[in-house]
């Protein structure tokens, strides 16, 4: 008989995910997710705790100091981090490891492996994303990143904007994925990536920006000004750059969509817990019916975006078998970050709005979670209107793809 659709994880799968909330629970309660909120940094004990526990650059092949998990589990993780950290600070820290650092090591030397990729397994390093530049994120085509030709090295020059991490990465050590144009007349298949050690010489971070949420991560800029990238640095081949950055924006964005629905869980049982116990007009705020309808609207919304998230994780396990092609996954990993951010976001605004005065204070953790989310929204691995292109491209057909 023909199999049925089967939607249940597996034991070691639910066994990951209890051994994940138990640690998250006893280790980053939501009082410490506001201290570091408020500190601005997150701590060394919690890094290292999650290297022990096999998180970071999970994605990434046991002989290359991953786990070797694949992207439903990873899926679990990235969900759980957001639920324990409403703030977001600590699942960037995570998904961009898990993402990034997975099409690094698709595409990098042992060198690099062993310069950045299996230290920042074990929490001793830093590795992320530097696409964004000055002149905007959206268009990668559009960057102004120089690769130039060098006796067996890149001379790069550019400056990356907007960041993630790189505070962290100047503390812990490590480096970002990073893309420019060797060629500019080859149009977008005349980019190339590279991993760019922060502490490269001719590198300067030239800022760190006061951000509106997760606080306990910086976003900074930095310049490149005749950087020597050697070749055992440069990721793929020459002119795949485009690509490799499509195919790690694709991965981050299914983590970042499922932290974004771990972090409104969170937020609807708080609310939850709330409503059921302040009591107006002589009853629980639950027996309203009127916030009855706002609990089953997202309750019902959060069910279909978080099964569209782990179907989308299966997706991505199928892609990477060579099952399904890239661009059908961008276009289900797309609608993920297209809806879960906005949701989390909308989640958080009316929780919020349940807790009445206490909900707009800094008593309650729900403020930190709709700062954080918001970040999402706003576009760090792709704005919405990103996501909205690629769905309607790949469900159009390419000749109605906009020309330059
Ligand atoms: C907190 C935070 C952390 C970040 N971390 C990183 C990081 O680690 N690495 C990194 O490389 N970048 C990072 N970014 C940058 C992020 O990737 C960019 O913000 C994003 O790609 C959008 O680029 P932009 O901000 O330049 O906006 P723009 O590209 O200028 O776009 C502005 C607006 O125009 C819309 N828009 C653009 N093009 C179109 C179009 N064709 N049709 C319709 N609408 C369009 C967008 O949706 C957006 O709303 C981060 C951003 C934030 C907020």
Redesign the pocket.
């Known amino acids: 008989m023909r199999k049925m659709v089967d939607f249940s994880f597996t034991e070691e799968q639910s066994l990951f995910r209890e051994t994940v909330r138990e640690w998250l629970a006893k280790n980053l309660p939501l009082e410490r997710v506001r201290e570091n909120d408020i500190k601005q940094r997150l701590p060394k004990d919690l890094i290292k705790g999650l290297g022990d526990l096999g998180l970071l650059c999970m994605t990434l092949p046991e002989e290359h100091g991953g786990a070797g998990a694949d992207w439903v589990t990873t899926t679990i993780a990235a969900e759980e981090l957001g639920y324990a950290d409403i703030s977001i600070a600590l699942p960037v820290f995570f998904l961009?490891q898990a993402s990034w650092g997975y099409v690094v090591d698709r595409y990098c030397t042992e060198t690099v492996r062993d310069d950045v990729l299996r230290k920042a397994a074990r929490g001793e390093a830093f590795i992320?994303?530097?696409?964004?530049e000055p002149g905007?994120?959206?268009?990668v085509a559009g960057f102004q990143t120089t690769l130039k030709r060098g006796e067996g090295h890149w001379i790069v020059n550019g400056e990356?904007t907007?960041?993630?991490?790189t505070e962290e990465c100047l503390e812990l050590g490590g480096g970002y994925f990073c893309v420019g144009y060797h060629d500019r007349s080859l149009g977008h298949r005349g980019m190339t990536a590279f991993y760019l050690p922060l502490k490269a010489q001719g590198v300067e971070v030239t800022k760190r920006f006061e951000?509106m949420g997760?606080m306990a991560i910086s976003?900074g800029g930095f310049k490149m000004t005749d950087v020597v990238i050697p070749d055992e640095y440069q990721l793929g081949e020459t002119g795949r750059g485009f690509y490799l950055t499509m195919e790690g924006f694709d991965d981050a964005r299914l983590l970042v969509s499922a932290s974004c629905i771990g972090a409104a869980q969170r937020a609807l049982e708080i609310g939850i817990d709330y409503i059921k116990e302040r009591r107006a007009f002589e009853q629980p705020l639950a027996r309203f019916q009127g916030i009855q309808f706002e609990l089953a609207d997202m309750v019902a919304r959060l069910e279909a975006t978080r099964a569209l998230i782990y179907k989308t994780a299966w997706i991505l396990d199928e892609k990477y078998k060579g099952k399904i092609g890239a661009l059908e996954a961008s276009k289900w990993i797309s609608m993920c970050k297209l809806l879960a951010p906005e949701l989390a976001f909308d989640i958080f605004k009316r929780t919020m709005l349940w807790l009445g005065a206490y909900g707009y204070t800094k008593e309650c953790p729900l403020e930190m979670g709709l700062r954080g989310v918001m970040?999402y929204c706003?576009?760090?691995?792709?704005?919405?209107?990103?996501q909205r292109?690629v769905i309607a491209r790949e469900t159009l057909g390419r000749e109605y793809t906009?020309t330059r």
């Open positions: 961009v992320g994303i530097a696409a964004t905007g994120g959206s268009d990356k907007y960041i993630s991490g951000d997760r976003t970040s706003i576009g760090a691995e792709g704005a919405a209107n990103i292109i906009r």
